[in-house]
Nanobody, 114 residues
Framework: QVQLVESGGDLVQPGGSLKLSCAAS????????MGWHRQAPGKQRELVAV???????NYADSVKGRFTISRDNAKNTVYLQMNNLKPKDTAVYYC????????WGQGTQVTVSS
């Protein structure tokens, strides 16, 4: 069983930064593809960023150049550094882990507002 716990969500002003963390309780964390998704009120969940076991990354066009996904396999943790935040980034951010199956965390709220 894989458990994912996100943290780091907060209320931040436009232009600000946040760093989200997702700690995974799993054996062999390094073989999982890890991702961050988000869901804004009234909208579908969307992919934000993904990092493969080899640490190659991919980003949604809306966050390229502002967000950075990274992983620390020694700590079983994936991060999402978010810079230059905009009100449209407001959403619940979910971490997921994929290897044969997909596992989800419970999410952390990010609110960008002045």
């Amino acid at each position: 069983q894989v458990q994912l716990v996100e943290s780091g969500g907060d209320l931040v002003q436009p232009g600000g930064s946040l760093k989200l963390s997702c700690a995974a309780s799993v054996n062999r964390f390094s073989i999982f593809t890890m991702g961050w998704h988000r869901q804004a009120p009234g909208k579908q969940r969307e992919l934000v960023a993904v990092i493969a076991p080899g640490s190659s990354t991919n980003y949604a066009d809306s966050v390229k150049g502002r967000f950075t996904i990274s992983r620390d396999n020694a700590k079983n943790t994936v991060y999402l550094q978010m810079n230059n935040l905009k009100p449209k980034d407001t959403a619940v951010y979910y971490c997921n882990a994929v290897h044969l199956k997909t596992y989800w965390g419970q999410g952390t709220q990010v609110t960008v507002s002045s």
